[in-house]
């Protein structure tokens, strides 16, 4: 059975020590965060660290930040981020499925690209839950299940050809049920286009791996059809059916209170 492991990961971040090169999350994972609760001094924490972009930014917000991971390699990337911002953030090496820190450690918990690799998302969830205080604030972001990008990464996976070894994707339907089931009552939605398109992606992808050109992350912007995007867009996310349009989606809630039950190890 094909599965997404330490070494696929530690592998795709040293290829990418060079952050320039990952597309970011546009802002939209601290934005959500921001605007659901002040973070200044509370502690936050980000599962699955990937460049740990998002922490570096909480912690300039003011945030305890801190990022876990168990690559190596990407806690590297992780750390080089930070102090290039000259930011301080908590580096930790650890399975998310069994995280250092007690019950309640933390006020935000927060992961984006990490639960499509888990063929039961659920102890992942819980063990996120654990971790939260009494309605703390948790933010899940997956990839959206009916997108173009979903036939690609399936034929890739069937092929043995997938940068992490397989992944799922989700409804946003699923993704409210499973947190909801993890003890969190969720209160926000949200989604994203691909931006660039998937069509510019691979071809920079393809050309990049062929060594015959090295395209810039997003090509150049073409004011006129940038406007009636933006405009369409505009309108079509004031729609539920966004959601089965978007390339990623993402859901956000707070810890129910019956869950909480301090105790364990600080994170010190």
Do not use: C
Not at 108 to 118: A, I, P, S, T
Not at 182 to 204: D, E, K
Request: hydrophobic residues 45%; aromatic residues 8%.
């Amino acid at each position: 059975m094909r599965q997404s492991t330490e070494a696929h990961w530690s592998r795709f971040w040293r290829e990418r020590a060079e952050i320039e090169d990952v597309y970011p999350t546009e802002g939209r994972v601290v934005e959500e965060i921001l605007a659901a609760t002040p973070v200044a001094g509370k502690r936050v924490l980000e599962v699955g660290a990937g460049s740990g972009r998002d922490s570096v930014t909480l912690a300039q917000a003011g945030a305890v930040a801190v990022v876990l991971d168990y690559s190596l390699a990407s806690l590297h990337v992780s750390r080089a981020v930070a102090e290039r911002a000259g930011q301080r953030v908590h580096l930790v090496r650890a399975d998310a499925l069994r995280m250092p820190f007690r019950d309640g450690a933390f006020h935000v918990v927060f992961h984006q690209g990490l639960l499509e690799h888990f063929r039961d998302p659920l102890p992942l969830l819980r063990e996120n839950v654990r971790a939260l205080e009494p309605e703390g604030v948790l933010l899940v972001d997956v990839p959206q299940r009916f997108h173009l990008y979903t036939v690609l990464k399936h034929l890739l996976i069937a092929m043995g050809k997938w940068f992490a070894g397989w992944e799922t994707e989700f409804t946003i339907g699923e993704l409210e049920g499973l947190m909801r089931r993890a003890g969190v009552t969720v209160t926000r939605r949200y989604g994203n286009w691909m931006v660039p398109g998937l069509l510019y992606r691979s071809l920079r992808v393809v050309l990049l791996r062929s060594r015959v050109a090295r395209l810039p992350l997003f090509p150049p912007p073409l004011p006129l059809l940038s406007r009636l995007m933006a405009t369409a867009r505009a309108r079509l996310r004031k729609s539920r059916i966004a959601f089965y349009t978007y390339f990623v989606i993402g859901a956000l809630g707070r810890k129910e209170r019956a869950d909480s039950s301090p105790s364990g190890v600080s994170i010190g």
